[in-house]
């Protein structure tokens, strides 16, 4: 068996690069943190029926306010105010989830992570 040093052993530079790979990979820890928080404060208008429901949708996934224009509400169609509701939500959803994609990709530099 040959005597001597593995590769990246022989000298302690290997060492260094690891300290500094470990100090980057808690920065963008902290960084990816960050950013979770701001997504969960964001707050999204979503619209349907030409402005007639609007809402905000939060970066938590609620609903933090709920808009309806009297001219929508029809006793006798409870499925169209469902219809815009339901679409206002998916617009807002959709904006949300594009904003959150493209601020973790900032953090992340476009690699998926586990969570």
Excluded: W
Aim: proline letters at 3%; aromatic letters at 4%.
């Amino acid at each position: 068996m040959a005597k001597g040093n593995f590769r990246g052993m022989g000298n302690m530079g290997g060492m260094g690069n690891m300290g500094n790979l470990m100090a980057q990979a808690q920065r963008m820890q902290k960084q990816l943190e960050v950013t979770q928080q701001e997504i969960k404060e964001l707050r999204i208008e979503g619209t349907a029926g030409g402005g007639q429901v609007k809402l905000i949708l939060g970066g938590d996934h609620k609903i933090y306010s709920l808009d309806i224009s009297k001219d929508v509400i029809d006793p006798e169609d409870p499925e169209m105010l469902a219809d815009l509701i339901t679409a206002a939500y998916n617009q807002a959803s959709e904006t949300l989830e594009n904003e959150s994609t493209e601020r973790m990709n900032k953090v992340t530099g476009g690699v998926k992570m586990p969570f």
